[in-house]
């Protein structure tokens, strides 16, 4: 038997083992999540009831089966491609959620509430690790309470230790031996090292630090990855916290020598069948970047592909604590105009906390509760006017993509009536926030359509009487074809010169301010010489990028060509939206159309084939919209990477500085370069932009050509005798297609009435 036709035979099997009496929601689940049962939305209960997992298992098994068939039979062009068509349907899509905040927040414990599982992230007085990022996500495989720790190479971990040396000071072979000047960088980078070395590292060269006997319980895991595996979340809990924070509570884990965090690089939890994360990865993770370059990648990737991100801060401080607002601004690129979030949630926790509980007008039950409520509406709508004043972030996102929500994780995790009624806490709406993002309903619908469109195909190509009309039809698709393409392109062209108009001005201002700029950032005021020295030696390093302890990202890249950025930002939010719904790209595929329907009219005799051609339609302007999400990202951040690039060399020189006057030296070179450069490097940054925006375009236009006509030519051009008969199957997953397309707009209708994200 073929792997795939078995394996998802094994998919459906392992689902209707179960007892049949038993929906798929109602499976193994959180105590928090069943106790919460009448929190669900009525979207979540109706979804619940039209057994959709189910159905999805029917459609598997009947596609697992037909796979098995196709494959028995003679290789054919037309059976190959319909093995293709099948293995395609088993792509299941994440979401990602970005969740931010500092330590003290409440970030764990609202995770914690959210999924149900009271005791998965540590809480409390643990001391949490601003470096590693920790994914959460369901289990589907198994009822065990699994982690996933990937590791840094090596090779990372002794750049990095060069790289401290290094900026600490200038003795190479080393860490440096004095405790002068201790500022917050070398207490990180002290940290660190005790972490994995405890005392033992004072006084050690790089080659003493790498030697194997600091690394006997994971050297085998460096560069790869360890897995835990428990029956509870508090084993596990207790087993992996060494390997993302920096300490534990007083009194526990005495007998934990090494903390070996700093050789992570990130940490995935799987929760065992935890309905809201089975198609939604909530991702715990640090406000900024990593000194770390593997590390750092990784969380500039991940944030980039968040659908969604929450930032969460203490209520009592929501609006006057500069660190949430900070996140938020440090990522507005990348969330925005160079990722693709369409959701910011920013969460106030600890909703149930007043100071001043003995005032007298505040010594009732419903006084109290009456307190909270105002004083959460109150902070609710100070956040929200603070927002607003963030024309920098409106930029790139836009302000029905901001909610506020109050929570009180302790409250909802303890199910106590004593202060917070349960109907005033927003956990619940956090939850049906991530069953819609989760939004199983749309995975099953996708799949039972591409199941019915190829089924349609496998039975329509067994006809045929039709041969004659099979091949007018083939001339009024190529023409409608044409006639889409063109439109499409003439839409593109107009995009393209939309940003060559903007680019041309940033350009110009480039030209005429960065030089400024520049001199602003070598120049800072109220720093010392001394310490911008380290700071700029660092930027010099590391490709024009610094990432401090506290703080947001230094880079002068950004800085450089933010006269471009700026000129771009606005005209790139709207033909690029992250809702891949609206602008003028996306209207132009979504208008796309082989007008299928009318066609069935005048070719009755063919529409079968029909039905496929509308399924593939549909699937491969899906498919372009998703890769335009994508591509987008990497137009936006050319103009940086081209600076970048053009500044390589700068940088290289200004790094090998030492000694006396190195600090001048450094800006001397720097500043020489840009004045020297700037002529050519921002008209280059400029064609480099707009030379991608074209590539973009020719990639949709013969995208929808080839795969159009790829599917054309063989469901109406290919005569194919080895084809099984599907009568049966395309009768059955024809109902239960009809009854997930009513649940749809059953789905639609519920949602243009109630608030739903």
């Given at each position: 038997?073929?792997?795939?036709?078995?394996?998802?035979?094994?998919?459906?099997?392992?689902?209707?083992?179960?007892?049949?009496?038993?929906?798929?929601?109602?499976?193994?689940?959180?105590?928090?999540?069943?106790?919460?049962?009448?929190?669900?939305?009525?979207?979540?209960?109706?979804?619940?009831?039209?057994?959709?997992?189910?159905?999805?298992?029917?459609?598997?098994?009947?596609?697992?089966?037909?796979?098995?068939?196709?494959?028995?039979?003679?290789?054919?062009?037309?059976?190959?491609?319909?093995?293709?068509?099948?293995?395609?349907?088993?792509?299941?899509?994440?979401?990602?959620?970005?969740?931010?905040?500092?330590?003290?927040?409440?970030?764990?414990?609202?995770?914690?509430?959210?999924?149900?599982?009271?005791?998965?992230?540590?809480?409390?007085?643990?001391?949490?690790?601003?470096?590693?990022?920790?994914?959460?996500?369901?289990?589907?495989?198994?009822?065990?309470?699994?982690?996933?720790?990937?590791?840094?190479?090596?090779?990372?971990?002794?750049?990095?230790?060069?790289?401290?040396?290094?900026?600490?000071?200038?003795?190479?072979?080393?860490?440096?031996?004095?405790?002068?000047?201790?500022?917050?960088?070398?207490?990180?980078?002290?940290?660190?090292?005790?972490?994995?070395?405890?005392?033992?590292?004072?006084?050690?060269?790089?080659?003493?630090?790498?030697?194997?006997?600091?690394?006997?319980?994971?050297?085998?895991?460096?560069?790869?990855?360890?897995?835990?595996?428990?029956?509870?979340?508090?084993?596990?809990?207790?087993?992996?916290?060494?390997?993302?924070?920096?300490?534990?509570?007083?009194?526990?884990?005495?007998?934990?020598?090494?903390?070996?965090?700093?050789?992570?690089?990130?940490?995935?939890?799987?929760?065992?069948?935890?309905?809201?994360l089975q198609y939604v990865t909530l991702v715990d993770l640090p406000?900024?970047?990593?000194?770390?370059?593997?590390?750092?990648?990784?969380?500039?990737?991940?944030?980039?592909?968040?659908?969604?991100?929450?930032?969460?801060?203490?209520?009592?401080?929501?609006?006057?604590?500069?660190?949430?607002?900070?996140?938020?601004?440090?990522?507005?690129?990348?969330?925005?105009?160079?990722?693709?979030?369409?959701?910011?949630?920013?969460?106030?926790?600890?909703?149930?906390?007043?100071?001043?509980?003995?005032?007298?007008?505040?010594?009732?039950?419903?006084?109290?509760?009456?307190?909270?409520?105002?004083?959460?509406?109150?902070?609710?709508?100070?956040?929200?006017?603070?927002?607003?004043?963030?024309?920098?972030?409106?930029?790139?996102?836009?302000?029905?993509?901001?909610?506020?929500?109050?929570?009180?994780?302790?409250?909802?995790?303890?199910?106590?009536?004593?202060?917070?009624?349960?109907?005033?806490?927003?956990?619940?709406?956090?939850?049906?926030?991530?069953?819609?993002?989760?939004?199983?309903?749309?995975?099953?619908?996708?799949?039972?359509?591409?199941?019915?469109?190829?089924?349609?195909?496998?039975?329509?190509?067994?006809?045929?009487?039709?041969?004659?009309?099979?091949?007018?039809?083939?001339?009024?698709?190529?023409?409608?074809?044409?006639?889409?393409?063109?439109?499409?392109?003439?839409?593109?062209?107009?995009?393209?010169?939309?940003?060559?108009?903007?680019?041309?001005?940033?350009?110009?201002?480039?030209?005429s301010s960065c030089e400024g700029k520049l001199k602003y950032f070598?120049?800072?005021?109220?720093?010392?010489?001394?310490?911008?020295?380290?700071?700029?030696?660092?930027?010099?390093?590391?490709?024009?990028?610094?990432?401090?302890?506290?703080?947001?990202?230094?880079?002068?890249?950004?800085k450089l060509a933010s006269f471009l950025t700026d000129s771009i930002?606005?005209?790139?939010?709207?033909?690029?939206?992250?809702?891949?719904?609206?602008?003028?790209?996306?209207?132009?595929?979504?208008?796309?159309?082989?007008?299928?329907?009318?066609?069935?009219?005048?070719?009755?005799?063919?529409?079968?084939?029909?039905?496929?051609?509308?399924?593939?339609?549909?699937?491969?302007?899906?498919?372009?919209?998703?890769?335009?999400?994508?591509?987008?990202?990497?137009?936006?951040?050319?103009?940086?990477?081209?600076?970048?690039?053009?500044?390589?060399?700068?940088?290289?020189?200004?790094?090998?500085?030492?000694?006396?006057?190195?600090?001048?030296?450094?800006?001397?070179?720097?500043?020489?370069?840009?004045?020297?450069?700037?002529?050519?490097?921002?008209?280059?940054?400029?064609?480099?932009?707009?030379?991608?925006?074209?590539?973009?375009?020719?990639?949709?236009?013969?995208?929808?050509?080839?795969?159009?006509?790829?599917?054309?030519?063989?469901?109406?051009?290919?005569?194919?005798?080895?084809?099984?008969?599907?009568?049966?199957?395309?009768?059955?997953?024809?109902?239960?297609?009809?009854?997930?397309?009513?649940?749809?707009?059953?789905?639609?209708?519920?949602?243009?009435?109630?608030?739903?994200?």
């Open positions: 038997m073929d792997d795939f036709g078995q394996q998802q035979l094994e998919e459906a099997t392992d689902f209707t083992e179960e007892n049949p009496s038993t929906s798929v929601n109602e499976k193994r689940k959180p105590d928090n999540q069943r106790e919460s049962s009448e929190w669900q939305s009525p979207t979540k209960r109706r979804r619940d009831s039209t057994s959709e997992a189910i159905i999805l298992s029917k459609v598997k098994t009947v596609m697992g089966e037909v796979y098995i068939r196709i494959v028995e039979m003679d290789r054919t062009k037309l059976n190959t491609f319909l093995k293709s068509k099948i293995e395609d349907l088993a792509t299941d899509k994440r979401e990602l959620v970005g969740v931010f905040g500092r330590t003290g927040t409440g970030k764990s414990s609202l995770i914690n509430a959210v999924i149900g599982e009271k005791n998965l992230l540590p809480t409390g007085s643990v001391s949490a690790c601003t470096s590693v990022m920790i994914k959460v996500e369901a289990n589907m495989r198994n009822s065990k309470y699994e982690a996933d720790i990937e590791f840094i190479s090596k090779e990372d971990w002794k750049n990095e230790l060069w790289s401290m040396g290094r900026f600490h000071g200038d003795n190479e072979d080393g860490m440096r031996k004095d405790e002068e000047s201790r500022e917050e960088d070398d207490e990180d980078f002290d940290e660190k090292l005790s972490a994995v070395y405890g005392d033992e590292w004072r006084d050690k060269s790089l080659e003493n630090l790498m030697e194997a006997k600091y690394f006997r319980e994971i050297n085998h895991c460096l560069g790869s990855m360890k897995t835990l595996t428990c029956e509870s979340a508090q084993e596990l809990s207790a087993k992996f916290v060494k390997y993302t924070r920096s300490g534990t509570r007083e009194g526990e884990s005495k007998e934990v020598k090494r903390w070996y965090w700093p050789l992570v690089k990130c940490v995935t939890l799987r929760v065992p069948q935890n309905d809201l406000g900024n970047g990593d000194c770390n370059k593997s590390r750092d990648e990784m969380w500039k990737g991940i944030v980039g592909k968040c659908s969604a991100v929450w930032i969460v801060a203490d209520i009592n401080r929501a609006t006057s604590e500069k660190e949430p607002w900070e996140i938020l601004k440090s990522l507005r690129g990348l969330i925005g105009n160079g990722g693709e979030c369409q959701h910011i949630l920013f969460i106030c926790t600890k909703s149930d906390q007043i100071d001043d509980l003995d005032n007298k007008y505040v010594n009732s039950m419903d006084n109290i509760r009456a307190h909270i409520f105002k004083r959460n509406m109150t902070a609710k709508e100070e956040v929200r006017q603070k927002f607003q004043k963030l024309d920098e972030v409106k930029k790139h996102i836009s302000g029905d993509c901001f909610n506020v929500f109050t929570v009180s994780s302790k409250e909802f995790l303890k199910r106590k009536n004593n202060v917070l009624n349960q109907t005033e806490s927003e956990i619940p709406m956090l939850q049906d926030f991530l069953t819609d993002l989760n939004d199983s309903h749309s995975v099953t619908l996708n799949y039972v359509s591409g199941a019915h469109g190829i089924l349609s195909l496998i039975q329509g190509a067994s006809c045929k009487e039709a041969a004659g009309k099979k091949k007018d039809l083939c001339e009024d698709l190529e023409g409608n074809i044409s006639h889409q393409i063109k439109s499409l392109c003439d839409t593109m062209d107009e995009v393209c010169g939309a940003f060559e108009k903007c680019l041309s001005k940033g350009v110009a201002e480039s030209n070598l120049y800072p005021k109220g720093k010392s010489g001394r310490g911008f020295h380290r700071v700029l030696r660092c930027v010099a390093l590391n490709q024009g990028k610094y990432q401090p302890k506290k703080g947001k990202e230094i880079n002068l890249n950004l930002d606005e005209e790139f939010k709207r033909t690029f939206p992250n809702d891949g719904k609206n602008g003028p790209i996306y209207e132009a595929i979504s208008s796309f159309s082989l007008d299928t329907k009318s066609l069935m009219e005048k070719y009755r005799d063919v529409e079968l084939q029909l039905i496929f051609l509308k399924t593939e339609e549909e699937k491969v302007k899906t498919k372009l919209k998703r890769f335009i999400l994508d591509q987008k990202k990497i137009i936006y951040s050319s103009l940086t990477k081209a600076i970048e690039e053009a500044m390589t060399d700068c940088y290289q020189r200004a790094a090998g500085f030492r000694g006396k006057n190195s600090l001048q030296n450094m800006r001397q070179t720097v500043e020489r370069h840009v004045h020297d450069l700037k002529s050519s490097m921002f008209s280059q940054a400029k064609e480099m932009m707009l030379n991608l925006l074209k590539k973009l375009m020719d990639t949709i236009e013969g995208t929808l050509k080839e795969t159009m006509g790829k599917s054309i030519e063989l469901s109406l051009r290919t005569d194919d005798n080895s084809i099984p008969d599907v009568s049966t199957e395309l009768e059955m997953v024809q109902k239960l297609y009809d009854e997930l397309k009513s649940s749809s707009h059953e789905d639609m209708s519920w949602k243009m009435q109630h608030w739903i994200p």
